[in-house]
């Protein structure tokens, strides 16, 4: 089975009642439901999909060429068991998450995720979503 996940920013903004009254409760040019949307696809087929909360280790390499490795605390963790014993994480700062579901078609799941946009929010790689207050401070650059 294959795993198709979806990441939405909500539109603050969106007015339900002005869908239903104009557009048969469809968005519209100048009401749209999200701001964005990310999909992604893993290549491998999956065994299961957990969902739980826990810290996110965020690692890499600084412009000086110094390496990091930070926990992230407070995530909510979607992790993907493949049929080869391999792990894929998606993982969104829980204080972001208005909601999520995850549904089953013929051949894949589907997660979706959908994203509060009142907090500001940083996707430092493909299907992780960190909310400010829970970035790590010693890596926020600061350019002159």
Do not use: C
């Amino acid at each position: 089975m294959k795993l198709k996940a979806h990441f939405y920013l909500l539109n603050i903004d969106f007015s339900p009642e002005y869908a239903e009254a104009h557009h048969n409760g469809d968005e519209s040019e100048n009401n749209r439901k999200y701001e964005w949307e990310d999909a992604l696809s893993l290549k491998n087929a999956i065994a299961k999909l957990d969902v739980f909360e826990g810290e996110y280790p965020l690692q890499g390499e600084l412009p000086n060429g110094e390496a990091f490795n930070e926990a992230v605390p407070n995530m909510t963790l979607f992790e993907a068991l493949g049929e080869d014993e391999t792990r894929t994480y998606f993982a969104v700062s829980s204080s972001i998450i208005d909601h999520y579901t995850i549904d089953e078609e013929e051949d894949a799941k589907i997660l979706k995720v959908y994203l509060k946009d009142y907090e500001p929010l940083a996707n430092p790689i493909p299907g992780v979503y960190i909310a400010s207050q829970d970035y790590p401070k010693n890596l926020i650059l600061e350019y002159a």
